[in-house]
């Protein structure tokens, strides 16, 4: 959004809002959300079109070993990324309370799977009312064996299962346990997401899919090759019934195909399909289809199979076992399922506790009463009503708040509510601002705090009579009593000194050091500022902005700059004593743009001039910060500092600071040190800017170390930003640099914030992770404030919570805007409570947990060894799983994985996040690249950390290319790229395209102006630009893809077989990792070994 254009007017309080033209505005909680059209769904398990199954030559990974992983040969970049959660097929997270999404039934009783052996385990089964249903697969190591019929074994691919060996684990290895308990030697229990099996029950009356279940059975079986067709007759979309168990359990297992060996009991073989249902595969999402292709190997009964209870024969070689991939719950598939269910419809915010659409699902939001999921998402929208019930599920209850979050342009800005003098209407008491769940009573003269309870009189100029509801006459005519966002005007009693304040000013302060003059960075800067000042954000219809600029250069010492419009040249006035900093003018270093462009812009030509002979290395830090601050207090306003420092600050000042970088300290107890500040010198300094309203942006131009854990503490403290542009060179950084700078300064910001979260009784904000200052338990303190960065609050309970009334939380930040404006901008969202785990499994959002998750984990690694913060990671996350397995599924063997509906892809998110740079860092991973990754993840939105654990992998020649919209993705896994092909990989901070050693001669002719993939220059950043078909495609698609990131990334062509291709396979989070990351089969075969030692 261009924050240049005028935003649209306020409309006049007493007309009807025009937020939604035409829409049935009904009573809070009356208005039924919107039910996604049924779509039909392609096969989940089956191979993506046009991938080939079995890797190229030379692909395959190598097994599995105990042993040292090597180390890696290329750099290793910040970091991987994470997706959505919802059910493999078309499945929300869980119906809420008042909305039912339509689907398949999931779990009728279908195909016949194989028994595990059953481990003598109490099954429990808690009173909590009717569970949710759940897909349940029985899947087999060398493939699926899903259903009744038999296909013969795929080539396994990749990394094998031989007999026991330790498995690459989350916190380096996973220890021999033989592999895991009861399984037979050389095999893993295999994961299966299937429906169930024919014949026990009518498909009437069967319950959408709420759990997925991978079972473990005895022996392995070769793989169904998956399906598509169409839906079979009477195959209807049912809701949840009450009836239905948890998911279905296993008859009896079928024989294996001759040759094959049991292990475990077998049974008689499966029943014959009925005619009605043709022997159709079943598939991942519950839809049916006709065979691809014949099955071989097919036979009736098996022979020589041992009867029960009885010793299996001798020992037959059996080949080497292993989880199929595509029978485990994919992202990829999740994700789209999830945009084809939930893309088309508005989600309309009127009803309590819905779950909003993943957040790779582009939706447009109707504001009814509640906050928009674009400022606020939670981990889980029904939250347990006591205590008790929270610690058993272990589910962390968070939100992730965004307040100044930005709106695509279809969806209109909150709307800025005066109350004149007057103020806003509070509670006496909890202070809480009026919304629309207050509750008006006598008649509209008094109102009851949906907070506190506590009961207030209404002033005579808001007061209006109610409806036959009990409603305000006028509620939808008051943003504030019919939407969940919205901005109130605040007087002076909300301001410091109750004095309105100034507009808020911006210094850029530029490092003239001999590295920054050397590598062209000060000519590049001081060029781009003359024409970027014209940019300044502005006020809503504004002609210019009313920011006043200023001017500081240093290396040993301070250069400030007289740019008053009245003189014919800048002035300089240098400041050497850095021990105790002043600022040397006042009159002329804060000006307004326009009024001194002249001397500005002299100023600018003059800098890289100056300094284009120094010989001065070393630079100060903590003073120059310290300038800015005295300036803007100086001034009496707010503002912001950009901060361009290029080196370690070794010269005598304050904040000086040593080389301590030492990778001997990594996953020992003192790697922690690795992360904190060398010094408290920068707390207190950021303490100080934060009372001022003074935030700091900090852009790095490292050749080595500069300890950005302790540089970037001011920035994160005040609410800033941190850019790092290592060895930058110009021809290669430029574009990235400029594109970040245009965007930093152009943002909208909001100064001299400070955020509270309110609570309805009940439960109550205990902790907050994000780039932010506290000085008490409850305010967020934050100099500055833009539409990227979130707070993160975790939620505990202290008394009970009640179904009916559920939970309310209300987020208000009180911010300057950049006209210098004092506003109160309230957002408002209500949550369901309930008395039974189930509910709360159903409605969590796995996005979400895992944002969070990873904060907790990156704070703590400042405390605690790393190692530590992994295993908690591990043990939180099997613990959640666990109690779903224990509480809400039906009893079944132990042999099966069983996974939440709307949880099933928290084991792959959670492996991505143990694997990142912070975690588990690769051997050219540097300190600074994880310090730099760890404060980035803290102020990260939920989009942000899902794209960032979880890369996006494009592949560029499948689609047409006349198609405009975005290839589908594919899983992030080195066994689904193709040599024939080409791919975009993007994190949100790293873009690289991928060129398999055989794509065509005139693919590459398009793309690189070249005519054979030899002539391809390897680590190129730019495409040629080119007027083909294919090359305006991709180019296309790589400006859209910048375009959604709140950072440029840097394209890097990476050749198939190329060292550069360590770097790549870096961000295919699927696979195992060099720094010793598990892969995700091996990951989830670990979970699946912790939940069961939890269970037993």
Known sequence: MNVNQSAPPVPPFGQPQPVYPGYHQSSYGGQPGSTAPPTSYGA????????????????????????APPASTAQAPCGQAAYGQFGQGDVQNGPSSTVQMQRFPGSQPFGSVPLAPVVSQPAVLQPFGPPPTSAQVTGQLAGMQISGAVAPALPP????????????????????????????QGQAPPLSQGQGHFGAQPPQRSAPPQASSFTSPASGGPRMPSM???????????????????????????????????????????????????GYQLQQNGSFGPARGPQPNYGSPYPGASTFGSQPGPPQPLPPKRLDPDAIPSPIQVIEDDRNNRGSEPFVTGVRGQVPP????????????????????????????????????????AAVIKPLARLPPEEASPYVVDHGESGPLRCNRCKAYMCPFMQFIEGGRRFQCCFCSCINDVPPQYFQH????????????????????????????????????SPPAFIFMIDVSYNAIRSGLVRLLCEELKSLLDFLPREGGAEESAIRVGFVTYNKVLHFYNVKSSLAQPQMMVVSDVADMFVPLLDGFLVNVSESRAVITSLLDQIPEMFADTRETETVFAPVIQAGMEALKAAECAGKLFLFHTSLPIAEAPG????????????????????????????????????????????????????????????????????????????????????????????????????RVRTSTGIRAVDFFGAFYMSNTTDVELAGLDGDKTVTVEFKHDDRLNEESGALLQCALLY???????????????????????????????????????????????????????DTLITQCAQILACYRKNCASPSSAGQLILPECMKLLPVYLNCVLKSDVLQPGAEVTTDDRAYVRQLVTSMDVAETNVFFYPRLLPLTKSPIESATEPPAVRASEERLSNGDIYLLENGLNLFLWVGASVQQGVVQSLFSVSSFSQITSGLSVLPVLDNPLSKKVRGLIDSLRAQRSRYMKLIVVKQEDKLEMLFKHFLVEDKSLSGGASYVDFLCHMHKEIRQLLS
Do not use: W
């Not at 990749?158 to 592999?179: E, I, V």
């Not at 009593?481 to 007087?491: D, I, K, M, P, R």
């Open 656 to 755: 000086k600071l040593k080389n301590r970088d030492d990778r001997k300290l990594i996953n020992t107890d003192k790697e922690k040190t690795l992360f904190q500040p060398q010094t408290g010198a920068y707390q207190t300094l950021a303490k100080e800017c934060v009372a001022q309203g003074c935030c700091v942006d900090l852009f790095l131009f490292p050749n080595q170390y500069v300890d950005v854990a302790t540089l970037s503490v001011v920035p994160q403290l005040t609410g800033g930003s941190v850019y790092k542009y290592a060895c930058f060179q110009v021809e290669n950084d430029q574009e990235r640099f400029l594109s970040d700078l245009r965007r930093d300064v152009q943002k909208v910001v909001g100064f001299d914030a400070v955020m």
């Open 466 to 501: 109610l409806d036959h509801t009990g409603k305000r006459v006028d509620a939808y005519d008051r943003p504030e009593l019919s939407l969940g966002s919205y901005e109130f005007l605040a007087t002076v009693d909300y301001c410091k000194n109750n004095k309105f304040p």
């Open 44 to 67: 989940y398990n089956g191979p993506v079109p046009g991938y080939q199954q079995t890797p190229p030559p030379g692909v395959s990974r190598a097994p599995p070993s105990s042993e």
């Open 228 to 278: 598509t067709g169409p839906l079979l007759p009477g195959q209807g979309f049912g809701g949840p019934s009450v009836s239905q168990p948890n998911h279905v359990s296993s008859p009896p297992p079928q024989a294996l195909p001759p040759g094959s060996q049991m292990t475990g009991p077998p049974g008689p073989p499966p029943p014959m399909h009925s005619s009605q249902q043709p």
């Open 157 to 184: 691919v990749g990394l094998g299962y031989g007999p026991p060996t330790s498995l690459a684990s989350a916190s380096g290895s996973f220890p021999n346990s033989g592999l895991y308990g009861s399984y037979p």
């Open 816 to 870: 300057t805007s950049c006209a210098g404006q004092r506003r109160l901008r309230i957002h408002n969202l209500a949550l369901n409570c309930c008395t039974q785990l189930a509910d709360l499994y159903r409605n969590c959002e796995t996005d979400t947990l895992i944002n969070y998750m990873a904060k907790f984990a990156y704070r703590g690694v400042l405390n605690s060894p790393v190692k530590t913060v992994r």
């Open 358 to 397: 993943l957040v790779t699902t582009n939706f447009l939001v109707k504001d009814q009463g509640n906050a928009s999921p674009r400022y606020i998402r939670c981990t889980s929208y029904n939250i347990p009503c006591t205590s008790d019930m929270a610690k058993q599920a272990q589910v962390p209850l």
